[in-house]
């Protein structure tokens, strides 16, 4: 693929991930996508064999980077690893915004891909998640409180950016700056060192600051 094409492949992808972020997977129509990009409706063909594809790219593009986050620190596993992963993926997420919202948003809805999506990269995120969680935590851990820790961390790490608009709106904040990032990992990082100095007990809500 010559660097023409490339940019035009991955044109057509940030103008989709835009449209879908504002418009919503089902209310964009390829026409809207290849008039925004300023392309022919035949390279969206071409390149993700029509908007089914571009979703599944939009999945792809998303969840590869996120799960080899966790792939990595589980590879050198150490008690830091679950504080490593948490910033990175936080500033995966801020440095992707439009993405994690689109694809945090459109997991919730029942589908055939988001069926496969569970079942593959889901799966393999909790087994990751629960290796990092119990290094962290310590073998004394009980079952039942390592899977609703694991629960809890990843509502905190996705929730600013599937209710992003929400950040903005009520709490003035900006999740797709690395500042943000920045600050609600060190919030996230204080959480998780109160499990681990409190592993056998209900660890304390995670509370936001109304500013920073």
């Known amino acids: 693929m010559d660097g023409n094409s490339s940019e035009t492949k991955e044109k057509i992808f940030n103008t989709a991930i835009a449209l879908f972020h504002t418009k919503g997977y089902k209310g964009t129509t390829i026409r809207a996508i290849a008039a925004s990009a300023k392309v022919n409706s035949a390279n969206i063909s071409y390149y993700f064999n029509g908007k089914q594809g571009l979703l599944e790219a939009c999945f792809i593009r998303f969840f590869e980077p996120y799960i080899a986050c966790l792939e990595e620190e589980v590879q050198n596993l150490s008690e830091d690893g679950l504080k490593r992963a948490a910033f990175r993926i936080l500033h995966f997420q801020s440095e992707n915004h439009l993405l994690s919202r689109f694809v945090w948003r459109e997991v919730t809805i029942d589908s055939q891909i988001v069926r496969e999506i569970l079942s593959t ?86 509370l936001l600051e109304t500013a920073f």
């Open 121 to 206: 990269y889901f799966m393999k995120e909790r087994y990751l998640l629960k290796k990092l969680v119990k290094a962290w935590c310590g073998p004394g851990i009980q079952a039942g409180k390592l899977n609703f820790l694991m629960i809890q961390l990843k509502s905190m790490l996705s929730m600013p950016y599937l209710n992003s608009q929400y950040i903005r709106e009520v709490w003035g904040m900006q999740p797709e700056e690395p500042y943000f990032a920045e600050k609600y990992g060190k919030s996230v990082a204080e959480w998780l060192d109160s499990i681990r100095q409190n592993a056998g007990a209900q660890p304390e809500p995670l």
